[in-house]
T-cell receptor, first 112, second 116 residues
Framework: GNSVTQMEGPVTLSEEAFLTINCTYT??????LFWYVQYPGEGLQLLLK?????DKGSNKGFEATYRKETTSFHLEKGSVQVSDSAVYFC???????????FGTGTSLTVIP | GAVVSQHPSRVICKSGTSVKIECRSL??????MFWYRQFPKQSLMLMAT?????????EQGVEKDKFLINHASLTLSTLTVTSAHPEDSSFYIC????????????FGPGTRLLVL
């Protein structure tokens, strides 16, 4: 079946530090992969996505590459800011694009 | 990007009353919408899949008579929490699947329900 395993948090970094949040998946077929971000008290916002192997999704300085050989979609950012403090969810959708599977979320706090 | 709205954003109600939450896709048609529940500091739990013009599909363990879903049009789905109890207090989030962007779901801002 489909599932997503995400690095547990919480993660605390200093401003301008390098960020990696690990995400691996198990899926049948050819899923699409996503990172969503949730700021305190708000809903989820799509951060980036990749729909096939070797695709790189990027947005707001965040990047993630769809690695089929390692079944991974790790989120990275070279220099985090205080405003990046949020909870990050890795997710995949199956072939139909309907059913979503979420990781447990990783809370990130960036301190000045 | 695509926008999904939810109304209300917050609601406080007495135990035993029913609460309706609306989910609207503002700039695209969504034949399928999803309702999630999120407990504090946890991930989203899919409750049900709402299909326009047909009955919703509920996940295992979700009471369909408790959480009534209606998807009357291509831009609106409603979730009604019937006879709410304090344990129903939670953050409810809907999402809509944009057929034009295969595999992308857009999420509403969520509705925080507190049952006293």
């Amino acid at each position: 079946g489909n599932s997503v395993t995400q690095m547990e948090g919480p993660v605390t970094l200093s401003e301008e530090a390098f960020l990696t949040i690990n995400c691996t998946y198990t899926a049948t077929g050819y899923p699409s992969l996503f990172w969503y971000v949730q700021y305190p008290g708000e809903g989820l916002q799509l951060l980036l996505k990749a729909t096939k192997a070797d695709d790189k999704g990027s947005n707001k300085g965040f990047e993630a590459t769809y690695r089929k050989e390692t079944t991974s979609f790790h989120l990275e950012k070279g220099s985090v800011q205080v405003s990046d403090s949020a909870v990050y969810f890795c997710a995949l959708s199956g072939n139909t694009g309907n059913q979503f599977y979420f990781g447990t979320g990783t809370s990130l706090t960036v301190i000045p | 990007g695509a926008v999904v709205s939810q109304h209300p954003s917050r609601v406080i109600c007495k135990s035993g009353t029913s609460v309706k939450i609306e989910c609207r896709s503002l700039d695209f048609q969504a034949t399928t919408m999803f309702w999630y529940r999120q407990f504090p500091k946890q991930s989203l739990m899919l409750m049900a899949t709402s299909n326009e013009g047909s009955k919703a599909t509920y996940e295992q363990g979700v009471e369909k008579d408790k959480f009534l879903i209606n998807h009357a049009s291509l831009t609106l789905s409603t979730l009604t929490v019937t006879s709410a109890h304090p344990e129903d207090s939670s953050f409810y989030i809907c999402s809509a699947h944009d057929r034009g962007l295969l595999g992308t779901q857009y999420f509403g801002p969520g509705t925080r329900l507190l049952v006293l």
